[in-house]
Nanobody
Framework: QVQLVESGGGLVQAGGSLRLSCAAS????????MAWFRQAPGKEREFVAA????????IYPDSTKGRFTISRDNAKNTVYLQMNSLKPEDTAVYYC???????????????WGQGTQVTVSS
């Protein structure tokens, strides 16, 4: 099992940047595929980015590609989401997620954090 705790959310103006962090418990962090999702009020949870266990491969949907960057530091049991050129439509609760399968991480990961609020003002 792995426990996930997000941090780094807050209020930022449109065009600004934020970096989210997700700290994971357990000694097997480096074996998990990690991802970020978000959920805006009244909308379904949306996949934002994923990174392979070793950190070499990343996946982004069109909505975040080129603006968001996912990375990880396995020595620190932490995954990051660097968000640039933020837009008001990026406002949401952002969740960290983990799974043992790259094929499953974008759809139904096994483990979730509690979320951190990101608000982008216009």
């Amino acid at each position: 099992q792995v426990q996930l705790v997000e941090s780094g959310g807050g209020l930022v103006q449109a065009g600004g940047s934020l970096r989210l962090s997700c700290a994971a418990s357990g000694r097997t962090f480096s074996t998990y595929v990690m991802a970020w999702f978000r959920q805006a009020p009244g909308k379904e949870r949306e996949f934002v980015a994923a990174i392979s266990a070793g950190g070499r491969d990343t996946i982004y949907p069109d909505s975040t590609k080129g603006r968001f960057t996912i990375s990880r530091d396995n020595a620190k049991n932490t995954v990051y989401l660097q968000m640039n050129s933020l837009k008001p439509e990026d406002t949401a609760v952002y969740y960290c997620a983990a799974d043992s399968s790259l094929g499953r991480i974008t759809v139904a990961p096994d483990y979730w954090g509690q979320g951190t609020q990101v608000t982008v003002s216009s």
